[in-house]
């Protein structure tokens, strides 16, 4: 729960200190500083401060801290610091010093408000490309998750070494005194809560900590690599770091002495908010047919402090969603509310005054000011996540239902969720006249890149290298799609750590394995339209595809789906999106809705024409979005042949024109929206309109061709360092035949190849 700003919380924390029995015992100056200057000691952070950003640190060794959000939970004479809402988290920068190889023991006081999930306390590394070390909560069990010289390994990435309890132990808003200690040099690990030794057993080699890293910062309340990931709900204190492992005995002792700690009693963020909240708003939303409608939705105050309902989906950059109706406890005074519902209704924004103790009921209706599914065209986001790759990381996942009315508040029609568990793979989650969403599978090659599978029904393995993917998925009706192409790196084929880049793609092309080419639209988006242009003009089909990669239960994500495809099925099932997408009748867009059509051409179509003289053809472009088009360009074999202007930034727009055709290509259409309050810039492209000319041929570009020949010669290259590193093909758990990657990629080759001597 997020209010607007307390404006004298100390004053409302002493007005309640009779509450507090045992607060002269609990004083920080009143505890024994019984490890300072201790032997091995590298930091030592109180969190006892009652104001400030600044976080003190008492080991003498200056590695102070500063918060980012976080709340300092005050009694009368001590305090606290807590974690509850999104991005909170508390910073001590990098230091080699506080990385420490041979031995480490993590010390600290903790209250959780939830043992559920993957909860990191403090961390200085990271979960699932492991690095470093971290103090964790996982499902109750407490531990620590280890980047170690055997487990990855020193330099690889991969998952974390995990060192938990092997049985819950942890309770929800109690004091627990816990202590990770490990050694490589005694080949031991041991767990400890309140001194007592709870689980141990044998260590894995040094703490190693990956140089791509970069310089990690040490985190307190979340993921040490990024605070966005695996968030601790609950209040700190008392934490301290050893380069040394501390014995049971000095661990029970640390225990003994700060055992008061246990009834720390303060006044949480929670507790303070509703003393000051006297104010209700009670808002209701419905369609045009009276029937509630779920929206996106954002709430500030007068100093633009985002304000969220109680429990509610709510993100770090101040939206939230409702699902038909939410209320809100608020201080007096003066808020902004804005809701929408994607790009085909209108928003709606509204200012109001709340005044004390006043209970305000409000009820809003949305209208669609254009209709896409009237014309054919459904919006979705065939890579999207409600529960965060398969792995809980913020712990208030939404269930399905919850998840696909997350959708429909952002305008999709259908979604296909990248979070498959057990047996629940293919399970069609909703279907409603203009809705439907199922549970499909993000995964990947061994060295290719990730794979976002659409409308499949097992898990695809197969007995060569590239049936694992495309064939399999295309057997069982469904798609491969090569997903969030240049991964980490931009497109650096030789770095080994990047698992995400789609090394893949010119194979799975050249082979006419990949029908669409999921096009980026932040950050590489210009590189990805100048592969795309490449593509096309070597003469493959392809068509374009959006998509958001957006982890609904991360609390640092966008609203859902910035990024997102429209495509135009027959119907809108699951089969037929799947065939719309196959034959390229697909939009890119982060809004507009965009067709390019000759006659009764339309994407992914061809227009044949008779004869090989040049002649004109005749286009129309029709295009609508919420916030208006500055201009809209006719692409003809990559290049500008046509430029729309729109001096007064029309939201709809129907324009004919005409193009000189000379030889075969294709024809595309991308626009350049306004950008709007509540959404994205206005971007989209279509897939091709193919033109077939007589006997004429595309004629393709040399340095088209040899730029994917060099890019699969790099990744040839590399095989025998991926072969070090990738023992076990992670689809089957069977041994790797590398030749069978380098038949396909000289089959590849040769195919680019031969489009040189064509040029």
Known sequence: MNFAMISDPCKILFQTAKTFFFAMLLSCRALPSCC???EGLLGHWPLDEKQGLEIRDESGQSHPGRLNGCFRAVGPASAALEFSEAGDHARVEHHRDLEPAEELTIEAWFCPFKVDSLRFIVSKGRAFWASGYSLVLKDGRLGAFLQTETKPGATTRGAALQLLSSKTVLTPRTWTHAAFVYSASKNCFSIHLNGETIQQGPAAGRICYLPDNGQVPLIFGAEGWSPALTPYRGMLRNVRIWKRALSGGE???????????ARLAVVTREEAQEKICTAALNVEITGEDGRE????????????????????????????????????????????LQIGRGYEYEPQQLNLDLADRENRNIRLSLKRWFNAPQKGWFAGDHHVHFRAHGATMAGETPTFEQACQIAQAAGLNYVSWKDARGNDLGTVLDEKPEFIARIDHEGGSNSGGHIAYLNISKIPTGATY???????????????????????????????????????????????????????????QSLAITDYYRYLNLGFHLGCTGWSDIDLNLRTTGPLSGCRTYCHPESLDWKAITKAYREGRTITTTGPWINLSCGSSSHGDTIVLNGNSPTNLTFTVEAAYLHGFSKIEIIHNGETAKTLVFEKEPRQI????????????????RTHGCKGNLFMNGWAHTSPVYVSLGSTKLKPKRADAEYFINWLQQYKAIIPRLAERIKEDKNTGKAIDWRQLEEVIDQAIAVYQKLTTTS
């Open 36 to 38: 300072a200057q201790e």
């Open 293 to 336: 409608m779920p929206v996106c939705a954002y709430l500030r105050n007068s100093q633009g402090k985002p304000c969220f309902p109680k429990n509610s989906f709510s993100y770090q950059d101040g939206h939230f969603y409702a699902f038909g109706k939410f209320s809100v406890k608020l201080q007096p005074g003066r808020y902004n």
């Open 466 to 524: 590239l049936e694992n993917f495309c064939d399999s998925a295309g057997a069982m009706g469904g798609l491969a799609i090569y997903t969030h192409p240049y991964g980490v790196s931009n497109g650096k084929i030789a770095d080994l750590n990047d698992a995400l880049l789609a090394r893949d793609m010119p194979i799975a092309v050249a082979l006419g394995k990949a029908p669409v080419w999921d096009l980026p639209w932040a950050g590489k």
């Open 251 to 261: 661990i029970r002792s640390h225990f003994q002495a700060e055992k008061n700690l």
């Open 654 to 669: 129907k324009e004919n024109f005409s193009i000189p055709v000379s030889t075969s290509g294709w024809v595309a259409a």
